[in-house]
T-cell receptor, first 117, second 112 residues
Framework: SAVISQKPSRDICQRGTSLTIQCQVD?????MFWYRQQPGQSLTLIAT?????????ESGFVIDKFPISRPNLTFSTLTVSNMSPEDSSIYLC??????????????FGSGTRLTVV | GQQLNQSPQSMFIQEGEDVSMNCTSS?????WLWYKQEPGEGPVLLIA?????ELTSNGRLTAQFGITRKDSFLNISASIPSDVGIYFC????????????FGQGTRLTINP
C-alpha cells in the first residue's frame, strides 16, 4: 500500500486565519481524497483532489472555504480558510492505489489535528 | 445518500473476551473494508472483503461480507489491551467515484 506523509500533524490557530495542510505520497496515485473527522465522529469526505483540474467537492463543502491543490500525482494540499472554532477537527488525506492484489487500495495519512481558538 | 449503520457505538469488555460488531446498509456494496483508528493516527486497514459471503481472517480478527451485500461483521477473539481503539466499517459506492462511505465507528475499551 502507499505511504502517506501528512503535515503538520497538529496546529493551534487563531480564528480568521488560514492553514494549509500538505499530503505527500511515496508513489503516483490516481485518486486523492480529503476527509474531516470532527471530535468523536466518523470521517466525512470533503472533496476529491483531481490532478490538473478543480477538486470535486461534497455537499456542504465549498471551494472558497476549503481550496485544494493537486499539482501532480503524488502531492496535494488542503487549505482551511477563515477558520472558526467549528473547524476544529482532524483532517485526513487518503489515496487509492490498486497494487493488483487483494488487501484494499485505500490508505490514510496520520491526520492533522487542528484546534481553532 | 448511501449510509452505513454501525453498531454498537461503544463496547466495554474484559480482556480475553470476544468482540463482535457489524455494519448494515439499505444499499448494496461490492467491497467492505474494516479499519482501526488509534489516537493521533489515521485509520489503518484491517481486513478487505470483495465477494458476497466471503469470510476472511487476519490473526484474531475475522470479518464476513454478507450474502445480501448489504452488511458485514467484524469479530475479534480473545481481546488484548492493544485492541483498544475505534473500529470503522467503510465501503466504496457500487457506481460512481471511488470515495469511501464510513460507518459511525465502534469505540472499544478493554478492562485488564
Amino acid at each position: 500500500s502507499a505511504v502517506i506523509s501528512q503535515k503538520p500533524s497538529r496546529d493551534i490557530c487563531q480564528r480568521g486565519t488560514s492553514l494549509t495542510i500538505q499530503c505527500q505520497v511515496d508513489s503516483q496515485v490516481t485518486m486523492m481524497f480529503w476527509y474531516r473527522q470532527q471530535p468523536g465522529q466518523s470521517l466525512t469526505l470533503i472533496a476529491t483532489a483531481n490532478q490538473g483540474s478543480e477538486a470535486t467537492y461534497e455537499s456542504g463543502f465549498v471551494i472558497d472555504k476549503f481550496p485544494i491543490s493537486r499539482p501532480n500525482l503524488t502531492f496535494s494540499t488542503l487549505t482551511v480558510s477563515n477558520m472558526s472554532p467549528e473547524d476544529s477537527s482532524i483532517y485526513l488525506c487518503s489515496v487509492v492505489r490498486w497494487d493488483g492484489h487483494r488487501g484494499g487500495g485505500y490508505t490514510f495519512g496520520s491526520g492533522t489535528r487542528l484546534t481553532v481558538v | 445518500g448511501q449510509q452505513l449503520n454501525q453498531s454498537p457505538q461503544s463496547m466495554f469488555i474484559q480482556e480475553g473476551e470476544d468482540v463482535s460488531m457489524n455494519c448494515t446498509s439499505s444499499s448494496i456494496f461490492n467491497t467492505w473494508l474494516w479499519y482501526k483508528q488509534e489516537p493521533g493516527e489515521g485509520p489503518v486497514l484491517l481486513i478487505a472483503l470483495y465477494k458476497a459471503g466471503e469470510l476472511t481472517s487476519n490473526g484474531r480478527l475475522t470479518a464476513q461480507f454478507g450474502i445480501t451485500r448489504k452488511d458485514s461483521f467484524l469479530n475479534i477473539s480473545a481481546s488484548i489491551p492493544s485492541d483498544v481503539g475505534i473500529y470503522f466499517c467503510a465501503a466504496p459506492p457500487v457506481q460512481g467515484a471511488q470515495k469511501l462511505v464510513f460507518g459511525q465507528g465502534t469505540r472499544l475499551t478493554i478492562n485488564p
